[in-house]
């Protein structure tokens, strides 16, 4: 294992102090417990949306805290969920009045520990996303996994919250993008925790890992190595089957890298995935490359649709500005 650390034990701790010397005008990190807030806070009544999960998925969620996107974000150990207690206090730091709004990943130890934050804070709400249509349950799941597609509920829900949007419009309209979200990835290499010291699952040289989970998680099946456009099709194919996309409708295209492929492939896989959308007809009014929701050093890639109307357009252009995602005044 080569990794630019010093000790296992700090490596969580030490890049929460790194990243908040580089982003100190956008963000302040707690430390014990810890959590991620906004440096700059909006109006008292705004509802406060929070996400949270293990690291190791950089920059999800803490890169996603700023204005018209998260208020907060509660990270845990690599891979390891963070505690009802770092929610709690997340939430008591934020909250402003206007409600608290929790955004979930469909993994057990996320939903126990949030579900009993949200139990023990009054009028607290919870969207779960479940995007990944590769497979209907898996390690750690019950039901479908939540992945990049994440990230797209965090923009669009951060800019109604920021327009003015009340609490139970948020999580209605955080349900509907879940809801016509869906993503698939692709693993090359695995990933390697720090604190383990090997990568997580052996693959071989010529092999590739379809439909893998962002902690490394069997996919659909273990096949041989095929070119970016056999890859792109069937993971454009299977989401569009499992989200019923249709021919003419427009959509959102997000090519998010595992942590480990470097943008002159990921650009190459947006090109094919692409025109394998554009082959069945979908229309791609936005999309998004780069690396969003990671899995450590993983070499692969995933994609992501989402069916766009005109409220989603207008949300996902809003203004944002955080250390990962920025555009707009």
């Given at each position: 294992?080569?990794?630019?650390?010093?000790?296992?034990?700090?490596?969580?701790?030490?890049?929460?102090?790194?990243?908040?010397?580089?982003?100190?005008?956008?963000?302040?990190?707690?430390?014990?417990?810890?959590?991620?807030?906004?440096?700059?806070?909006?109006?008292p009544?705004?509802?406060?949306?929070?996400?949270?999960?293990?690291?190791?998925?950089?920059?999800?969620?803490?890169?996603?805290?700023?204005?018209?996107?998260?208020?907060?974000?509660?990270p845990?150990?690599?891979?390891?969920?963070?505690?009802?207690d770092?929610?709690?206090?997340?939430?008591?730091?934020?909250?402003?009045?206007?409600?608290?709004?929790?955004?979930?990943?469909?993994?057990?130890?996320?939903?126990?520990?949030?579900?009993?934050?949200?139990?023990?804070?009054?009028?607290?709400?919870?969207?779960?996303?479940?995007?990944?249509?590769?497979?209907?349950?898996?390690?750690?799941?019950?039901?479908?996994?939540g992945?990049?597609?994440?990230?797209?509920?965090?923009?669009?829900?951060?800019?109604?919250?920021?327009?003015?949007?009340?609490?139970?419009?948020?999580?209605?309209?955080?349900?509907?993008?879940?809801a016509?979200?869906?993503?698939?990835?692709?693993?090359?290499t695995?990933?390697?925790?720090?604190?383990?010291?090997?990568p997580?699952?052996?693959?071989?040289?010529?092999?590739?890992?379809?439909?893998?989970?962002?902690?490394?998680?069997?996919?659909?099946?273990?096949?041989?190595?095929?070119?970016?456009?056999?890859?792109?099709?069937?993971?454009?194919?299977a989401?569009?089957?499992?989200?019923?996309?249709?021919?003419?409708?427009p959509?959102?295209?997000?090519?998010?890298?595992?942590?480990?492929?470097?943008?002159?492939?990921?650009?190459?896989?947006?090109?094919?995935?692409?025109?394998?959308?554009?082959?069945?007809?979908?229309?791609?009014?936005r999309?998004?490359?780069?690396?969003?929701?990671?899995?450590?050093?993983?070499?692969?890639?995933?994609?992501?649709?989402?069916?766009?109307?005109?409220?989603l357009?207008?949300?996902?252009?809003?203004?944002?500005?955080?250390?990962?995602?920025?555009?707009?005044?």
């Amino acid at each position: 294992m080569k990794k630019l650390i010093n000790k296992t034990d700090d490596v969580l701790r030490e890049s929460l102090l790194g990243f908040e010397a580089a982003h100190s005008d956008l963000v302040t990190v707690n430390l014990a417990p810890r959590f991620v807030a906004r440096r700059q806070r909006k109006d008292p009544g705004k509802p406060v949306l929070i996400s949270g999960g293990g690291a190791g998925h950089e920059p999800l969620h803490a890169g996603f805290v700023g204005h018209g996107m998260l208020d907060a974000a509660c990270p845990g150990e690599v891979f390891t969920s963070p505690t009802p207690d770092q929610m709690m206090a997340t939430a008591g730091a934020v909250d402003g009045g206007g409600g608290v709004l929790f955004i979930v990943k469909n993994y057990a130890g996320d939903l126990m520990n949030f579900e009993m934050a949200a139990e023990m804070i009054d009028g607290a709400e919870t969207i779960v996303t479940n995007d990944d249509v590769a497979v209907e349950d898996s390690t750690y799941t019950q039901g479908r996994r939540g992945v990049a597609g994440t990230v797209i509920v965090e923009k669009i829900v951060g800019a109604a919250s920021e327009a003015g949007a009340d609490l139970a419009s948020c999580k209605k309209l955080g349900e509907r993008v879940n809801a016509t979200t869906g993503s698939m990835g692709v693993a090359l290499t695995s990933g390697t925790v720090p604190a383990a010291g090997r990568p997580t699952f052996d693959i071989g040289e010529s092999e590739m890992e379809m439909g893998v989970g962002i902690h490394g998680e069997p996919g659909r099946r273990r096949v041989a190595l095929a070119s970016a456009d056999e890859i792109a099709a069937e993971m454009v194919g299977a989401i569009a089957e499992a989200k019923a996309l249709k021919s003419g409708e427009p959509c959102l295209l997000l090519l998010n890298g595992m942590g480990g492929t470097p943008l002159l492939e990921l650009y190459l896989m947006f090109h094919a995935a692409k025109r394998e959308c554009e082959a069945r007809g979908l229309r791609i009014e936005r999309s998004l490359v780069g690396n969003y929701c990671t899995s450590l050093d993983m070499a692969g890639c995933s994609i992501t649709l989402t069916r766009l109307d005109d409220e989603l357009v207008r949300l996902w252009d809003a203004p944002v500005h955080t250390a990962a995602l920025r555009w707009g005044n």
